[in-house]
T-cell receptor, first 110, second 117 residues
Framework: DAKTTQPPSMDCAEGRAANLPCNHSTISGNEYVYWYRQIHSQGPQYIIHGLKNNETNEMASLIITEDRKSSTLILPHATLRDTAVYYCIVCPGANSKLTFGKGITLSVRP | DARVTQTPRDKVTEMGQEVTMRCQPILGHNTVFWYRQTMMQGLELLAYFRNRAPLDDSGMPKDRFSAEMPDATLATLKIQPSEPRDSAVYFC???????????????FGPGTRLTVL
């Protein structure tokens, strides 16, 4: 599976958009980009995934560059409850293992 | 609100003892995963099952760990004998594999925090 690179941490102000970057320059054509997050002391939680097109759901938006070598997860209006470790994962999709890296720690400040 | 449940939530045991962790996947899900999380190693996949059959257990130490699915509503992870280095949080996750590309949403349980003294 392709590897991903994320900054170790970032912060943003409550109510502002949080833009979390991820590099995956070795991604293959059949690999999807997944985002999960883990709030302290809880199990990871699925957020969103995409292949080529930008995706949006009730939690977030996923912007994938045209060459698919990087992506950005956008939390449009961050709240204190969004403070968590966010994992960007690349994998072929169905029937695939998720390999979690170190993720990025997002701290939302009041 | 369907959830993955895990028992026990916390377990403290002494080295050499047998430990059994249980997971009830979401009803209707056909894939079950076991992960382990430590500060040093992060989240690691230990094993996973599809329709109760083991698909991959390459991440699991074979000499002391075993994972089974006695039925569709129960997955177990057993450590015998336990060692202090097994101390970690063990997560179970389930998902519904529908043979669709991109279908890899996993629902995680709250975890079992294991401490081996």
């Amino acid at each position: 599976d392709a590897k991903t690179t994320q900054p170790p941490s970032m912060d943003c102000a409550e109510g502002r958009a949080a833009n979390l970057p991820c590099n995956h320059s070795t991604i293959s054509g059949n690999e999807y980009v997944y985002w999960y997050r883990q709030i302290h002391s809880q199990g990871p939680q699925y957020i969103i995934h995409g292949l080529k097109n930008n995706e949006t759901n009730e939690m977030a938006s996923l912007i994938i560059t045209e060459d698919r070598k990087s992506s950005t997860l956008i939390l449009p209006h961050a709240t204190l409850r969004d403070t968590a470790v966010y994992y960007c994962i690349v994998c072929p999709g169905a029937n695939s293992k998720l390999t979690f890296g170190k993720g990025i720690t997002l701290s939302v400040r009041p | 609100d369907a959830r993955v449940t895990q028992t026990p939530r916390d377990k403290v045991t002494e080295m050499g003892q047998e430990v059994t962790m249980r997971c009830q996947p979401i009803l209707g899900h056909n894939t079950v995963f076991w992960y382990r999380q430590t500060m040093m190693q992060g989240l690691e996949l230990l094993a996973y099952f599809r329709n109760r059959a083991p698909l991959d257990d390459s991440g699991m130490p074979k000499d002391r760990f075993s994972a089974e699915m006695p039925d569709a509503t129960l997955a177990t992870l057993k450590i015998q004998p336990s060692e202090p280095r097994d101390s970690a949080v063990y997560f179970c996750a389930s998902g519904l594999h529908k043979s669709l590309a991109g279908d890899n949403e996993q629902f995680f349980g709250p975890g079992t925090r294991l401490t081996v003294l």
